[in-house]
């Protein structure tokens, strides 16, 4: 089945405790990114990533670090989380650049307390 | 400064109704508006609209695109509880913004029975 698979669903931290969000997908995609999602505001995208050795900053980076050594993982990692990081983030691939369907994962809910 | 607005940014109907979701863009390089639906998990997709004028249609929802004036409409007839949802219009950047995601911060449609 053709799926972007987050993990964890949902995590509770503490500040400054280093974490790391994974994301992984099967559809040979080129394209992945990042969102958060706070209410209010809709998604807004962190780093995006259009190949393999290649990231780039999206609306909300700051606080965040990605890599994208593989094709098929994109992890997000939180090095110093901080309260104003609580959030639901969403990791997506599409088969091109922004320019065809994201397909989504089922979201990850983060606690920094 | 939003580049993607949506409004209404609430709405609530009953089932039946006819509702008229709007999406008006500032993006340079236009490339292409897609919709989504997000109901309490990720988002999914509805419909690309790359061509002004042309109407996409998928069953009782409906989307156009007007390049000239810079909107999409998302309408959905005979509303049913089941369209109950955030619905979420996105642009993809082009140029120097390429890889770049511009989300609205959604419609967040209710439909009582």
């Known amino acids: 089945e053709a799926q972007v698979t987050q993990n964890p669903r949902y995590l509770i931290t503490v500040t400054g405790k280093k974490l790391t969000v994974t994301c992984s997908q099967n559809?040979?995609?080129?394209?992945m990114s990042w969102y958060r999602q706070d209410p209010g505001l809709g998604l807004r995208q962190i780093y995006y990533?259009?190949?393999?050795?290649?990231?780039d900053k999206g609306d909300v980076p700051e606080g965040y670090k990605v890599s994208r050594k593989e094709k098929r993982n994109f992890p997000l990692i939180l090095e110093s989380p901080s309260p104003n990081q609580t959030s639901l983030y969403f990791c997506?691939?599409?088969?091109?650049?922004?320019?065809?369907?994201?397909?989504f994962g089922n979201g990850t809910r983060l606690t920094v307390t | 400064e939003d580049k993607v607005v949506q409004s209404p940014l609430s709405l609530v109907v009953h089932e039946g109704d006819t509702v008229t979701l709007n999406c008006s863009y500032e993006?340079?390089?236009?490339?292409?508006l897609l919709w989504y639906k997000q109901e309490k998990k990720a988002p999914t997709f509805l419909f690309m609209l790359?061509?002004?004028?042309i109407e996409k249609k998928s069953g009782r929802l409906s989307s156009i695109l007007d390049k000239k004036e810079l909107f999409s409409i998302l309408n959905i007839t005979a509303t049913q509880t089941g369209d109950s949802a955030v619905y979420l219009c996105?642009?993809?950047?082009?140029?120097?913004?390429?890889?770049?995601?511009?989300f609205g911060r959604g419609t967040q449609l209710t439909v009582w029975p």
């Open positions: 997506a691939s599409s088969l091109v650049t922004g320019d065809s369907p994201l397909h």
């Open positions: 559809m040979n995609h080129e394209y």
């Open positions: 990533s259009m190949n393999v050795e290649v990231t």
């Open positions: 993006v340079t390089n236009f490339r292409s």
């Open positions: 790359t061509s002004s004028g």
């Open positions: 996105a642009l993809p950047g082009g140029g120097s913004t390429l890889g770049r995601l511009y």
